[in-house]
Protein backbone atom coordinates (compact mmCIF):
# COMPACT_ATOMS: atom_id res chain seq x y z
CA UNK A 1 0.00 0.00 0.00
CA UNK A 2 1.05 3.78 -1.09
CA UNK A 3 -1.61 6.21 -0.22
CA UNK A 4 -5.02 4.93 2.09
CA UNK A 5 -7.62 7.05 0.75
CA UNK A 6 -10.69 4.35 0.31
CA UNK A 7 -11.43 0.40 0.68
CA UNK A 8 -9.64 -0.30 -2.26
CA UNK A 9 -6.17 0.81 -0.91
CA UNK A 10 -6.77 -1.92 1.73
CA UNK A 11 -6.72 -4.98 -0.83
CA UNK A 12 -8.56 -8.12 0.75
CA UNK A 13 -10.68 -7.33 3.78
CA UNK A 14 -10.91 -10.83 5.56
CA UNK A 15 -6.82 -10.34 5.40
CA UNK A 16 -6.73 -6.77 6.26
CA UNK A 17 -8.89 -7.80 9.80
CA UNK A 18 -6.89 -10.63 10.26
CA UNK A 19 -3.79 -8.02 10.26
CA UNK A 20 -5.73 -5.91 12.69
CA UNK A 21 -6.28 -8.71 14.97
CA UNK A 22 -2.87 -9.39 15.00
CA UNK A 23 -1.53 -5.52 15.70
CA UNK A 24 -4.28 -5.26 18.58
CA UNK A 25 -2.87 -8.29 20.12
CA UNK A 26 0.36 -6.95 19.63
CA UNK A 27 0.77 -3.28 19.88
CA UNK A 28 4.33 -3.07 20.19
CA UNK A 29 5.94 -5.88 17.73
CA UNK A 30 6.62 -3.69 15.33
CA UNK A 31 8.19 -0.93 17.50
CA UNK A 32 11.49 -0.75 15.63
CA UNK A 33 9.62 -0.42 11.98
CA UNK A 34 9.48 3.34 11.95
CA UNK A 35 12.71 4.06 13.62
CA UNK A 36 14.14 7.88 12.15
CA UNK A 37 10.57 8.16 10.23
CA UNK A 38 8.31 10.85 10.61
CA UNK A 39 4.74 11.55 10.63
CA UNK A 40 3.10 14.41 9.52
CA UNK A 41 -0.47 15.34 10.61
CA UNK A 42 -1.98 18.14 8.95
CA UNK A 43 -5.61 19.25 9.90
CA UNK A 44 -7.94 21.70 8.52
CA UNK A 45 -10.53 20.64 10.63
CA UNK A 46 -11.19 19.62 14.33
CA UNK A 47 -10.76 16.58 15.55
CA UNK A 48 -10.40 14.75 18.99
CA UNK A 49 -9.91 10.69 17.89
CA UNK A 50 -8.13 10.99 14.94
CA UNK A 51 -5.64 13.05 16.07
CA UNK A 52 -5.17 11.37 19.09
CA UNK A 53 -5.21 7.82 17.73
CA UNK A 54 -3.47 8.18 14.65
CA UNK A 55 -0.60 9.72 16.45
CA UNK A 56 -0.40 7.07 19.28
CA UNK A 57 -0.35 4.51 15.81
CA UNK A 58 2.50 6.10 14.58
CA UNK A 59 4.41 5.98 18.12
CA UNK A 60 3.37 2.57 18.49
CA UNK A 61 5.37 2.01 15.43
CA UNK A 62 8.40 3.91 16.63
CA UNK A 63 7.76 7.03 14.55
CA UNK A 64 8.19 10.49 15.42
CA UNK A 65 4.93 12.16 14.74
CA UNK A 66 4.19 15.93 14.15
CA UNK A 67 0.83 17.79 14.00
CA UNK A 68 -0.31 21.12 12.66
CA UNK A 69 -3.30 22.85 12.85
CA UNK A 70 -3.34 24.70 9.39
CA UNK A 71 -6.06 27.17 11.02
CA UNK A 72 -4.04 27.40 14.17
CA UNK A 73 -0.44 29.32 13.67
CA UNK A 74 -0.04 28.36 9.59
CA UNK A 75 -0.62 31.30 6.86
CA UNK A 76 -3.89 30.93 5.63
CA UNK A 77 -3.62 28.29 2.29
CA UNK A 78 -4.80 29.28 -0.61
CA UNK A 79 -6.46 26.48 -2.56
CA UNK A 80 -7.36 27.18 -6.49
CA UNK A 81 -5.28 26.75 -9.03
CA UNK A 82 -4.44 30.31 -11.22
CA UNK A 83 -5.43 33.04 -8.95
CA UNK A 84 -3.97 36.42 -8.51
CA UNK A 85 -2.92 36.08 -4.76
CA UNK A 86 -4.47 39.19 -3.80
CA UNK A 87 -6.67 38.46 -1.17
CA UNK A 88 -6.18 37.61 2.98
CA UNK A 89 -3.69 34.09 1.95
CA UNK A 90 -0.35 34.34 1.69
CA UNK A 91 0.77 31.30 0.35
CA UNK A 92 -0.43 28.35 -1.71
CA UNK A 93 -1.04 24.99 -1.33
CA UNK A 94 1.34 23.90 -4.37
CA UNK A 95 4.19 25.11 -1.77
CA UNK A 96 2.96 24.32 1.12
CA UNK A 97 2.63 20.81 0.18
CA UNK A 98 5.97 19.68 -0.98
CA UNK A 99 7.44 21.75 1.84
CA UNK A 100 5.76 19.64 4.20
CA UNK A 101 6.51 16.33 2.33
CA UNK A 102 10.05 17.53 2.80
CA UNK A 103 9.63 17.30 6.67
CA UNK A 104 8.40 13.75 6.64
CA UNK A 105 7.86 10.27 5.33
CA UNK A 106 4.25 10.09 5.30
CA UNK A 107 1.84 12.49 5.39
CA UNK A 108 -2.00 12.33 7.08
CA UNK A 109 -4.52 14.59 6.02
CA UNK A 110 -7.80 15.83 7.07
CA UNK A 111 -9.69 18.13 5.08
CA UNK A 112 -13.50 17.99 4.92
CA UNK A 113 -16.09 18.62 2.51
CA UNK A 114 -16.52 22.78 1.91
CA UNK A 115 -19.91 22.58 0.30
CA UNK A 116 -18.90 25.31 -2.08
CA UNK A 117 -18.90 23.36 -4.94
CA UNK A 118 -19.74 19.43 -5.10
CA UNK A 119 -17.48 19.08 -7.69
CA UNK A 120 -14.64 20.57 -6.07
CA UNK A 121 -15.80 18.13 -3.01
CA UNK A 122 -16.53 14.77 -4.59
CA UNK A 123 -13.25 15.34 -6.96
CA UNK A 124 -11.10 15.40 -3.60
CA UNK A 125 -9.35 18.48 -4.74
CA UNK A 126 -6.89 19.19 -1.67
CA UNK A 127 -6.73 15.54 -1.21
CA UNK A 128 -5.56 14.25 -4.78
CA UNK A 129 -3.28 17.48 -4.60
CA UNK A 130 -1.60 16.29 -1.34
CA UNK A 131 -0.80 12.79 -3.48
CA UNK A 132 -0.05 14.53 -6.53
CA UNK A 133 2.74 17.39 -5.03
CA UNK A 134 3.93 15.82 -1.40
CA UNK A 135 6.03 13.20 -2.86
CA UNK A 136 4.91 11.30 0.28
CA UNK A 137 2.40 8.38 1.03
CA UNK A 138 -1.21 9.90 1.89
CA UNK A 139 -3.21 8.51 4.50
CA UNK A 140 -6.82 10.22 4.48
CA UNK A 141 -7.91 11.25 8.36
CA UNK A 142 -11.02 11.71 6.67
CA UNK A 143 -11.24 14.23 3.60
CA UNK A 144 -14.48 15.57 0.99
CA UNK A 145 -16.27 12.27 0.55
CA UNK A 146 -14.63 9.22 2.91
CA UNK A 147 -13.20 8.88 6.38
CA UNK A 148 -11.61 5.20 5.77
CA UNK A 149 -9.71 5.12 8.75
CA UNK A 150 -12.98 5.06 10.92
CA UNK A 151 -14.60 2.45 8.61
CA UNK A 152 -12.04 0.31 8.99
CA UNK A 153 -11.92 0.53 12.48
CA UNK A 154 -15.63 0.18 12.55
CA UNK A 155 -15.45 -3.29 10.65
CA UNK A 156 -12.91 -4.56 13.09
CA UNK A 157 -15.22 -3.78 15.87
CA UNK A 158 -18.08 -5.41 13.98
CA UNK A 159 -16.04 -8.46 13.09
CA UNK A 160 -15.06 -8.77 17.13
CA UNK A 161 -19.02 -8.11 18.41
CA UNK A 162 -20.90 -9.77 15.75
CA UNK A 163 -22.54 -13.09 16.97
CA UNK A 164 -23.53 -14.23 13.66
CA UNK A 165 -21.28 -14.89 10.61
CA UNK A 166 -23.08 -12.27 8.12
CA UNK A 167 -24.72 -9.81 10.91
CA UNK A 168 -27.82 -7.48 9.65
CA UNK A 169 -26.16 -4.18 9.72
CA UNK A 170 -28.60 -1.10 9.54
CA UNK A 171 -27.12 2.32 8.42
CA UNK A 172 -29.60 5.28 9.86
CA UNK A 173 -29.41 9.06 9.69
CA UNK A 174 -30.32 10.67 12.70
CA UNK A 175 -31.31 14.39 13.32
CA UNK A 176 -28.31 16.98 13.73
CA UNK A 177 -28.80 20.89 13.63
CA UNK A 178 -25.57 21.92 11.62
CA UNK A 179 -24.39 20.57 7.97
CA UNK A 180 -22.30 17.63 8.15
CA UNK A 181 -20.22 16.13 5.62
CA UNK A 182 -21.36 12.87 3.66
CA UNK A 183 -17.93 11.31 3.91
CA UNK A 184 -18.50 9.08 7.18
CA UNK A 185 -21.84 7.35 5.80
CA UNK A 186 -19.94 7.22 2.08
CA UNK A 187 -17.27 5.47 3.94
CA UNK A 188 -19.13 2.83 5.68
CA UNK A 189 -21.29 2.03 2.90
CA UNK A 190 -18.48 1.08 0.59
CA UNK A 191 -17.05 -0.95 3.72
CA UNK A 192 -20.00 -2.79 4.18
CA UNK A 193 -20.31 -3.34 0.96
CA UNK A 194 -16.90 -5.19 0.63
CA UNK A 195 -18.18 -7.40 3.02
CA UNK A 196 -20.85 -10.71 2.68
CA UNK A 197 -22.79 -9.20 5.60
CA UNK A 198 -27.05 -7.94 5.07
CA UNK A 199 -26.59 -4.60 4.73
CA UNK A 200 -29.67 -1.89 4.90
CA UNK A 201 -29.67 2.13 4.93
CA UNK A 202 -32.38 4.32 6.19
CA UNK A 203 -32.87 7.78 5.84
CA UNK A 204 -35.84 10.12 5.44
CA UNK A 205 -36.64 11.14 2.04
CA UNK A 206 -34.21 13.91 0.33
CA UNK A 207 -31.32 12.40 2.42
CA UNK A 208 -29.93 9.82 -0.60
CA UNK A 209 -26.51 9.60 -0.49
CA UNK A 210 -24.36 9.32 -3.54
CA UNK A 211 -25.65 6.72 -5.97
CA UNK A 212 -22.10 6.33 -6.24
CA UNK A 213 -21.78 4.89 -3.46
CA UNK A 214 -24.97 3.02 -2.82
CA UNK A 215 -25.58 1.46 -5.78
CA UNK A 216 -26.84 -1.92 -5.35
CA UNK A 217 -27.58 -1.10 -1.38
CA UNK A 218 -30.67 -1.55 0.26
CA UNK A 219 -32.80 1.25 1.10
CA UNK A 220 -35.44 1.12 3.48
CA UNK A 221 -37.34 4.41 4.58
CA UNK A 222 -39.28 3.38 7.24
CA UNK A 223 -36.64 3.16 9.83
CA UNK A 224 -38.05 0.89 12.09
CA UNK A 225 -38.94 -1.66 9.43
CA UNK A 226 -35.00 -1.28 8.96
CA UNK A 227 -34.48 -1.94 12.69
CA UNK A 228 -36.08 -4.75 12.60
CA UNK A 229 -33.76 -7.80 13.24
CA UNK A 230 -30.91 -5.82 13.27
CA UNK A 231 -27.39 -7.23 14.82
CA UNK A 232 -25.80 -3.35 14.86
CA UNK A 233 -27.23 -0.06 14.48
CA UNK A 234 -24.69 2.32 13.08
CA UNK A 235 -26.27 6.34 13.72
CA UNK A 236 -24.98 9.18 11.84
CA UNK A 237 -26.62 12.61 10.40
CA UNK A 238 -24.93 13.55 6.71
CA UNK A 239 -26.50 16.77 5.24
CA UNK A 240 -28.38 16.21 1.59
CA UNK A 241 -26.35 15.21 -1.14
CA UNK A 242 -28.71 15.92 -4.13
CA UNK A 243 -29.20 19.19 -5.51
CA UNK A 244 -30.14 21.73 -5.29
CA UNK A 245 -29.86 21.23 -1.38
CA UNK A 246 -26.27 19.92 -1.54
CA UNK A 247 -24.39 20.30 1.90
CA UNK A 248 -27.79 21.85 3.95
CA UNK A 249 -29.86 20.84 6.81
CA UNK A 250 -33.35 19.79 5.19
CA UNK A 251 -35.11 18.16 8.12
CA UNK A 252 -34.42 17.86 11.80
CA UNK A 253 -37.08 15.35 12.44
CA UNK A 254 -36.64 13.69 16.03
CA UNK A 255 -39.16 11.43 15.26
CA UNK A 256 -35.63 9.30 13.47
CA UNK A 257 -33.60 10.21 17.01
CA UNK A 258 -32.13 6.19 18.09
CA UNK A 259 -33.74 5.79 20.94
CA UNK A 260 -34.69 2.54 23.04
CA UNK A 261 -38.37 1.74 21.63
CA UNK A 262 -36.41 1.42 18.08
CA UNK A 263 -33.68 -0.67 19.57
CA UNK A 264 -36.10 -3.08 20.69
CA UNK A 265 -37.24 -3.56 17.48
CA UNK A 266 -33.70 -5.48 16.75
CA UNK A 267 -32.13 -8.61 17.59
CA UNK A 268 -30.74 -7.17 20.48
CA UNK A 269 -28.52 -4.95 18.41
CA UNK A 270 -25.28 -2.89 19.16
CA UNK A 271 -25.20 0.62 19.08
CA UNK A 272 -22.54 2.44 17.09
CA UNK A 273 -21.26 5.49 16.21
CA UNK A 274 -17.89 7.31 15.09
CA UNK A 275 -18.76 10.48 17.63
CA UNK A 276 -18.48 13.16 18.44
CA UNK A 277 -22.33 12.66 18.71
CA UNK A 278 -24.76 15.15 20.01
CA UNK A 279 -26.89 13.14 22.92
CA UNK A 280 -30.38 13.42 22.86
CA UNK A 281 -30.82 14.21 18.89
CA UNK A 282 -28.53 11.32 17.13
CA UNK A 283 -29.46 9.03 20.04
CA UNK A 284 -30.95 9.09 23.42
CA UNK A 285 -28.87 9.05 26.72
CA UNK A 286 -30.24 5.67 27.73
CA UNK A 287 -28.75 3.68 24.76
CA UNK A 288 -25.86 5.29 24.06
CA UNK A 289 -25.19 4.89 27.77
CA UNK A 290 -26.82 1.70 27.69
CA UNK A 291 -24.97 -2.20 27.98
CA UNK A 292 -25.08 -2.55 24.15
CA UNK A 293 -23.28 0.72 23.05
CA UNK A 294 -20.18 -0.23 21.92
CA UNK A 295 -19.22 3.60 21.02
CA UNK A 296 -16.19 3.55 23.45
CA UNK A 297 -14.52 0.09 22.01
CA UNK A 298 -15.49 1.29 18.40
CA UNK A 299 -13.09 4.57 19.06
CA UNK A 300 -10.41 2.63 20.72
CA UNK A 301 -10.61 0.88 17.26
CA UNK A 302 -8.98 3.93 15.48
CA UNK A 303 -5.73 3.30 16.95
CA UNK A 304 -5.60 -0.24 15.40
CA UNK A 305 -7.32 0.79 12.08
CA UNK A 306 -4.42 3.30 11.54
CA UNK A 307 -1.63 1.38 13.27
CA UNK A 308 -2.56 -1.61 10.79
CA UNK A 309 -2.59 0.98 8.00
CA UNK A 310 0.60 3.03 9.05
CA UNK A 311 2.29 -0.28 9.10
CA UNK A 312 1.31 -1.47 5.81
CA UNK A 313 2.85 1.66 4.29
CA UNK A 314 6.32 1.90 6.71
CA UNK A 315 6.55 -1.58 5.05
CA UNK A 316 6.17 -0.76 1.48
CA UNK A 317 8.18 2.53 1.60
C1 LIG B 1 -17.63 15.20 11.37
C2 LIG B 1 -18.46 14.55 10.28
O1 LIG B 1 -19.65 14.35 10.46
O2 LIG B 1 -17.90 14.22 9.21
C3 LIG B 1 -16.55 14.27 11.85
C4 LIG B 1 -16.97 12.90 12.23
C5 LIG B 1 -15.86 11.98 12.48
N1 LIG B 1 -18.48 15.53 12.50
C6 LIG B 1 -18.69 16.76 12.90
O3 LIG B 1 -18.21 17.70 12.29
C7 LIG B 1 -19.51 16.96 14.13
N1 LIG C 1 -14.49 9.77 14.62
C1 LIG C 1 -13.61 10.77 14.39
O1 LIG C 1 -12.94 10.83 13.36
O2 LIG C 1 -13.50 11.66 15.40
P1 LIG C 1 -12.68 13.03 15.38
O3 LIG C 1 -13.40 13.95 14.42
O4 LIG C 1 -12.70 13.52 16.79
O5 LIG C 1 -11.29 12.76 14.89
Known amino acids: MRHFTCVNDIGDLKEAVKKAQYVKQNPYADSALGKNKTM ?35 WKLETEL ?42 EKILTQ ?7 PVV ?12 FADLITIEEYKK ?3 PKVVLTWAPHPKSLPQAVPNSFVEWMKATDYEFVITHPHGYEL ?7 C ?31 VISMDKSWTVDKAKMDLTDNAFFMHCLPVRRNMIV ?26 LKEILLNL
Not at 220 to 226: I, R, V
Not at 291 to 297: A, C, L, Q, T, Y
Request: net charge negative; charged share 25%.
Open 40 to 74: LLIFFNSSLRTRLSTQKAALNLGMNAIVLDINQGA
Open 82 to 123: GVVMDSDKPEHLLEAIPVMGSYCDIIGVRSFARFESKDDDYS
Open 130 to 136: FIKYSGR
Open 140 to 151: SMEAATRHPLQS
Open 164 to 166: RER
Open 210 to 216: SPSFTEG
Open 218 to 248: TIEYDQKKAFEGADFIYAKNWSAFADPNYGK
Open 284 to 309: TDEVIDGPNSIVIPEAANRVVSAQTV
